[in-house]
């Protein structure tokens, strides 16, 4: 799960052009819409379904799911590791 | 005085102004179900040329448009020195030349039709077609120009499919502007063309007179709407003031309409901050689909077209208001006299736009 | 009488701001250029890392102007009319979008927000609370009529300053213009030239800076 977390702050800053994010800087808990977190927006949002597809080949038809699962990097690597276990 | 004139639409309504205005006053939509035109090859709803009309592609399709408004005016104004073309579009021919979607429009276009001058492609996103009329309207107004027209054009392509699809803006049922069950937009495409000018005889039929208007920016966010309507509030209100018009002037508001959730939801918060919350509302995506750049410009002619028929055509594809403000949304075609119109654009990049149209 | 108070350019390699040259591009491997530029004026806007490289050239045009160029651009909300142009819009981004959809791949929405060629005036308007009047134009070359003319009927329309440019920014061009015109009498900063010196100042040698 650890891994998995590690790898998926890695995909957010790369995918989401952040560059002057280090993984250090994102908690597991810290959340990613939050003005306080990572201050993303909804073209983030939209991105970050690219990113489940890209990398785990999850596909996400509706974005509404998107909002419980996309909260921090603990709920992301949740709904990854629920989607691939599937 | 400047006067707006020879609309022409060409759009799955129909090849002619005409043939558009017979489908709009029998509410006929341009959208149906298309095979496998979407991303993973599924089938959408599109407001799309027949495929019999395949080779209607960008520059075509703007030489047919340009041979339409040329039979509206007198034969001379095409080719005097004192005529500007000004082409709204957003993404040209990005399907066969993405690396230079508007070589078309500059390299052959001009000694095609014997013009003065190099045409000037107005390229702002979904505003594109209200912003070039506006644009017309100032290049007459200073002088620059005896008659500027205006032609707007826009295809359906994989590239702008793939695009809206990537936001999930794509409705899965024919768009439903302002309804509560919209689901966001429906594409289309298309080419309209008006003429803009200051000299009444150059129309073969009686112009309209243009009160043109502004644009402003949300200065908010490049994709989202504005939650306040900021931009379109201001654009419109400095339209309002430039012409010296009140909200009680406007007989019918022309909305953007897209039907996407924030983008009517925007329009109904600006239109109530406006005082125009009980003036006839109409989105006319729901017959042409969401031409882009085009949009303004079909919209605009369309608009003009019930102006002269005296009839404000249903909002297709609305039933029951989906607004947390109340606006009156045309739910039946509705006989008599306009006066006065008020077209209204928003769009990516956050620019709204507007411009007012008044009978003679 | 409308005046040009500030002009700058931007291309491969150098900054020019008002005619004199700033900045020069250094092999740095950590930079792009365009970067470089970020830093040496001083900006901290993360939302600039995810803009396109025709609104990066933008916004970095416009704070090269303010800052090197000593205008204060202090402007009413509605005070500014902007007028970009080019000749290929949003050609570059239209390609790296088009790229990320081959092979069945998921289109990237980031991308696509950016294949239109406005957007930049969208983020300038966003990064200074700007609400005036815009417009993006595509032309076959740099104009200076058309600039001239827009900030003349802009100017006399009663807005406090144009900022117009030409902004063509592909894989194998950098040409950046960008000049804020105001009213002669307008009491602000800057210098006074006349507007129509616009395409000796658009087209004015520019010498490789490391050579100079």
Redesign the interface.
């Known amino acids: 799960m650890d891994q998995i977390k590690q790898e998926l702050k890695k995909q957010i800053i790369e995918q989401l052009n952040l560059e002057d994010v280090a993984v250090e800087d994102i908690a597991d808990d810290t959340l990613l819409f939050a003005s306080d977190g990572l201050a993303l927006d909804s073209i983030d949002a939209l991105e970050l379904i690219v990113l489940l597809e890209k990398f785990y080949g999850i596909q996400v038809v509706n974005p509404e799911e998107g909002k419980t699962a996309f909260k921090s990097v603990d709920t992301m690597a949740a709904y990854i590791q629920q989607k691939t276990a599937q | 005085m400047i006067y707006i004139g020879a609309e022409t639409m060409i759009s799955p309504l129909g090849s002619t102004t005409e043939e558009n205005w017979s489908a709009l006053k029998e509410n006929r939509s341009g959208i149906s179900w298309v095979a496998g035109a979407g991303l993973h090859h599924q089938g959408l709803f599109l407001a799309r040329f027949h495929p019999i009309e395949k080779d209607r592609r960008f520059t075509s399709l703007l030489y047919e448009g340009m041979q339409q408004v040329a039979l509206k005016l007198d034969p001379s104004i095409m080719l005097s020195a004192r005529t500007q073309v000004v082409v709204s579009a957003t993404k040209g021919a990005v399907d066969t030349d993405i690396r230079d979607p508007f070589g078309g429009v500059f390299n052959k276009f001009k000694t095609h039709f014997g013009l003065a001058h190099q045409p000037i492609v107005v390229s702002n996103a979904c505003i594109s077609g209200v912003q070039a009329i506006n644009f017309g309207d100032e290049l007459v107004g200073a002088g620059q120009f005896d008659q500027v027209i205006v032609i707007g054009v826009d295809l359906i392509t994989d590239f702008v499919v793939n695009g809206f699809q990537s936001l999930y803006a794509v409705s899965d049922k024919p768009c439903r502007p302002f309804d509560a069950a919209r689901k966001g937009i429906t594409l289309g495409e298309g080419c309209a063309a008006v003429v803009v000018g200051n000299d009444r005889s150059i129309f073969a039929e009686a112009p309209l007179e243009l009160l043109a208007g502004s644009s402003s920016n949300d200065a908010n966010h490049i994709s989202g709407p504005s939650r306040t309507g900021e931009g379109l509030v201001r654009a419109v209100r400095r339209t309002l003031m430039r012409q010296g018009c009140q909200p009680e002037d406007i007989d019918l508001v022309s909305a953007h309409g897209t039907a996407t959730l924030y983008n009517d939801e925007m329009e109904a918060i600006a239109f109530n901050r406006l005082g125009l919350q009980e003036c006839p509302t109409l989105s006319l995506k729901g017959y042409f689909g969401h031409t882009l750049g085009c949009a303004g410009v079909l919209e605009t002619a369309a608009t003009m077209q019930m102006m002269r028929h005296g009839l404000m055509v249903r909002s297709e594809g609305f039933e029951n208001l989906g607004t947390s403000k109340p606006l009156p949304i045309l739910t039946e075609n509705c006989k008599g006299p306009i006066n006065t119109f008020i077209k209204t654009a928003s769009g990516f990049g956050g620019g709204n736009a507007a411009l007012i149209v008044r009978k003679l | 009488m409308t005046v040009i108070k500030g002009y700058c350019h931007i291309n491969k390699e150098d900054c020019w701001v008002n005619g004199k040259p700033v900045l020069a591009k250094t092999d740095d491997p950590e930079y792009s250029w365009l970067r470089q530029i970020y830093n040496f004026v001083g900006l901290s806007y ?1 939302k600039f ?2 803009m396109d490289q025709l609104a990066q050239a933008g916004v970095l045009a416009l704070a090269l102007l303010k800052h090197e160029g000593d205008l204060p651009m202090d402007y009413s909300e ?1 005070g500014v009319d902007l007028v970009l142009a080019n ?3 949003s ?1 570059g981004s ?2 790296r ?2 790229a990320s ?1 081959a092979d ?7 991308l ?2 950016y ?5 930049v ?3 300038i ?2 990064q ?13 070359a740099f104009d200076p009529d ?1 600039f001239i ?1 827009y900030a ?2 802009h100017i006399q329309q009663g807005c406090q300053a144009v900022i117009g440019g030409w902004l063509e920014v592909t894989d194998t061009e950098t040409d950046v213009f960008l000049f804020l015109a105001e009213a002669e009498e307008s009491t602000g900063k800057g210098g006074s030239l006349p507007l129509a010196a616009i395409n000796e100042l658009y087209r004015q040698p520019m010498p490789s800076i490391s050579k100079l």
Do not use: C, M
């Not at chain 3, 069945?104 to 980031?110: G, L, N, V, Y």
């Not at chain 3, 200074?128 to 076959?140: E, N, R, S």
């Open positions: 993360p890392h995810k509605e000749r290929h819009a050609a239209d390609l979008f088009q959809y069945h791949a998921a289109p990237s929405p980031a696509f927000v294949t239109l060629p406005n957007i005036l969208g983020e308007a966003i200074q609370k700007w609400y005036g009047d815009h417009i993006f134009v595509v032309l076959p058309f003319q003349q009927r």
